[in-house]
């Protein structure tokens, strides 16, 4: 069996190794694991689906843009969490590690370890894709705090209304107490 | 013993290296402090602020400071300690709920995966049960016996400096929709802690700006953004000259005006801020088209209530005001617009609080006659409810194709769902208005529904990310009928939804445009006498 064959046949033991350890980055994974209801589970159902396809993708060769969506599902989560940059975008390079495990862990496919090359690469594509699109998302943020600050509040609150006048003057009297 | 499955509950294990550092707990849930850092906190209270709000009748908010959450020191009152656990003996006392609440938890973990919170961060203080401990562990320690004698193995903690830090972490990462209310056995009631939690924290003076300044704008001139009487008027003057504009009607709405039938109030966001500006035009041509005997008021110029996030009597304080109002003009009773926790105020607490207005009639409707007996003790009736009764006995003329471009879905806002039970009237007019919506799954509507994830003033710019966080399982759903029907719309009948919604839209589906269900209602509605331009987009359009 080639590299390729090989990945296929052990499909469902590197998905699960990938998805839980993805899913350990939290600090209560129980539940993210086990519940298999995307309404319910969003955050382990959502990065769950989307790893199964990228590595269905990066198997099949196929080009960036299809597997933009299936990242998309687990960085813009990844995104808006408490994580680094880094540890956000971690989850796709580890990738590469489940594999060597999965590989060196059956004598039958531990000579396979040397032709990971090319995979490898294909991985670092995915990971440079993935940092792009974290790195989009944070920009998202940044521009709906802004369009939030224009659109209401702070212009009524903050600029000289009347009542913003009024307020200004409590401030600078001594404390009521 | 009990608490042991409340620290399995918390813990997950990894082994081996990992690239992903850092989050992986080795230690018990009690022994993790909190980090506060950019993105996870709220910004604390301006000191004038409080200082304003300590100052003013039948409310306390002592110990204003300028103070942050990211530094050791939170230059909290010398005897801090005391000030809290007298707060909590006193509150004990109170407040029986509370009480049963600290009591009769038997850690069952049926609400533990059912806050958006949790869902959102993997955060096992963000489990309602967990999130419960961190008062309920300080109750123990102090006002029961067990705790006394046996301590942490009772799961007893003193009250420490990390305890508080904790509070304010939490007591602010709770939306208090009570999502997981509907899944206790015992039916505890979470909000009611962070309710509790909240209150005790603003006695040694530590709260955030965004629910005080609403709170302090809204005791001094009516509203929440401060808007001045004429300012109020004018904005909604503006919005009659749109309504002109587009659909060739002129209403003229009256202003405090004393003898008028009924009192509208609704969320000044609807008459200052996109997308409530459209719900507003909505009201107006409705309450035209049928020729309602109705006034506006300047001084209850808001319907929302940001002292229900804030304590007892500041929210007590705030409801007065509308009732005030509705018998000082002399109305019969009062109609409500589309907010949310208004309505759980008005519904849960108005009537032990401000009850009875007995100085107000049963709201009867003056166009059908319909008696709401359901609001016989508020004297206070929801929109959609008079709406859908229109609709019902044949009052008002819809077109639904003037809403050809809207398919839409609903979102069930928290408080009027799960606090007052308005579930099927919106839907009742949403069949009335648009051709076709969809539900979204069973599991993220009606008693059910996920909350936006910014509510109890946590709609704030700063904490953008833990808001976005804590909307996913929202969004989620809505992304899922967005992509099996198509949905382009999602409607709901609360001014924080329609304000956060539209930004966790932008974030998580934005092909979804928030909008409010009287919009749909003035987009559908057909008045006598309108000369009205083609509206591609209903009241949105620019022409
Ligand atoms: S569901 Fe109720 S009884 Fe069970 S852990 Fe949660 S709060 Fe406690
Ligand atoms: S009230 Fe809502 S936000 Fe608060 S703990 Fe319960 S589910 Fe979470």
């Known amino acids: 069996m080639n590299l390729i064959e090989t990945l296929k046949s052990k499909r469902k033991q590197i998905l699960s190794t990938w998805v839980d350890r993805t899913l350990d980055s939290y600090v209560s994974s129980g539940f993210f694991k086990r519940s298999r209801d995307k309404f319910a589970n969003p955050v382990g159902v959502n990065i769950r689906e989307g790893l199964s396809s990228l590595f269905d993708l990066l198997l099949s060769k196929a080009p960036r843009e299809e597997y933009l969506a299936p990242l998309d599902q687990v960085i813009r989560i990844r995104a808006v969490q408490e994580f680094t940059p880094a540890q956000a975008v971690a989850p796709i390079l580890e990738l590469k ?81 | 013993m009990a608490v042991v499955k409340v620290d399995k509950l918390a813990r997950s294990v990894v082994e081996g290296p990992s690239l992903m550092t850092g989050s992986i707990p080795t230690k018990p849930w009690m022994e993790i402090p909190v980090k506060f ?24 908010f002592p110990n204003a400071r300028e103070w942050n959450p990211e530094d050791d020191d939170w230059k909290l009152p010398e005897n801090w300690k005391e000030i809290i656990i007298n707060g909590l003996a006193d509150r004990l006392d109170r407040f029986r709920s509370l009480k049963i609440f600290m009591d009769c938890c038997v850690r069952c973990g049926a609400c533990a995966d059912k806050c958006h919170f949790f869902l959102g961060t993997g955060d096992p203080k963000n489990m309602p049960v967990l999130r419960a401990e961190l008062l309920r562990s300080v109750y123990r320690n102090d006002f029961t016996l067990a705790g006394k004698l046996l301590g942490k193995m009772a799961g007893a903690r003193e009250m420490t400096v990390g305890v508080l830090k904790e509070w304010f972490m939490y007591a602010y990462q709770c939306t208090e929709c009570r999502r997981c209310s509907v899944f206790c056995p015992y039916g505890i009631d979470t909000a009611e802690i962070t309710m509790m939690l909240r209150e005790l924290l603003h006695l040694v003076g530590c709260g955030i700006n965004w629910a005080m300044e609403p709170v302090a704008n809204s005791n001094r001139t009516g509203n929440h953004m401060g808007l001045t009487p004429q300012a109020f008027k004018g904005n909604i003057d503006f ?17 405090n005006r004393k003898g008028a039938e009924i009192l509208f109030i609704t969320p000044s966001a609807d008459v200052f801020a996109e997308p409530g500006l459209f719900t507003c035009m909505g009201y107006l041509l409705l309450f035209e088209a049928i020729g309602l005997d109705y006034t506006w008021s300047t001084y209850a110029s808001e319907g929302g209530n940001f002292g229900l996030f804030t304590s007892n009597e500041m929210m007590k304080k705030l409801n007065g005001k509308m009732y005030a109002e509705a018998k000082r003009l002399g109305v019969k009773w009062i109609l409500g617009g589309e907010c949310g926790h208004m309505w759980r105020v008005v519904h849960q607490y108005m009537n032990t609080m401000n009850g009875p207005a007995d100085f107000l009639e049963v709201p009867r409707s003056p166009i059908t006659g319909t008696v709401f007996e359901n609001a016989k003790a508020t004297k206070m009736v929801h929109i959609s409810e008079f709406t859908a009764d229109l609709i019902k006995n044949g009052k008002i003329t819809l077109d639904k194709s003037r809403n050809s471009h809207v398919k839409a879905t609903w979102h069930d806002s928290c408080n009027t769902a799960r606090a007052m039970g308005l579930l099927e009237e919106p839907r009742y ?37 833990l808001r976005m966080r804590a909307g996913l399982p929202r969004a989620n759903a809505v992304r899922y009928v967005h992509e099996k ?40 509605l057909v008045i006598e006498g309108e000369q009205r331009q083609e509206l591609d987009e209903g009241l949105r359009t620019l022409v």
Not at chain 1, 107 to 136: G, Q, V
Not at chain 2, 239 to 255: A, H, Q, R, S, Y
């Open chain 2, 485 to 524: 029907h198509g949905v382009n719309h999602l409607g709901c009948v609360c001014a924080i939804d329609r304000a956060t919604l539209t930004t966790l839209m932008n974030y998580w589906v934005p092909e979804v445009t928030v909008c409010g269900l009287s919009e749909l209602v003035g987009n559908a």
């Open chain 2, 37 to 60: 850092k950019p993105g996870n906190y709220a910004y604390t209270t301006k000191p004038d602020i409080l200082k304003y709000l300590d100052s003013q009748q039948g409310v306390s």
């Open chain 2, 429 to 465: 007019i949403l069949d009335h208005v648009v051709d076709q919506w969809w539900e979204m799954p069973e599991n993220t509507i009606r008693e059910k529904t996920f909350c936006c994830g910014s509510g109890t003033a946590l709609n704030t710019d700063e904490i953008m990310e």
């Open chain 1, 97 to 177: 590690w489940v594999v060597r495990q999965v590989l060196s862990a059956d004598k039958n496919t531990r000579h396979l370890l040397s032709e990971l090359d090319s995979f490898d690469c294909d991985i670092d594509r995915a990971a440079l894709a993935a940092f792009d699109m974290y790195t989009a998302c944070r920009e998202q943020l940044y521009e709906n705090r802004i369009r939030e600050l224009k659109s209401g509040s702070y212009i009524l609150t903050d600029s000289g209304c009347p009542s913003s006048l009024a307020r200004r003057g409590i401030q600078d009297k001594p404390p009521v107490h």
């Open chain 2, 239 to 255: 919005l009659c000259e749109d309504i002109e504009n587009l659909t060739g009607v002129k209403v003229n709405p009256t202003f």
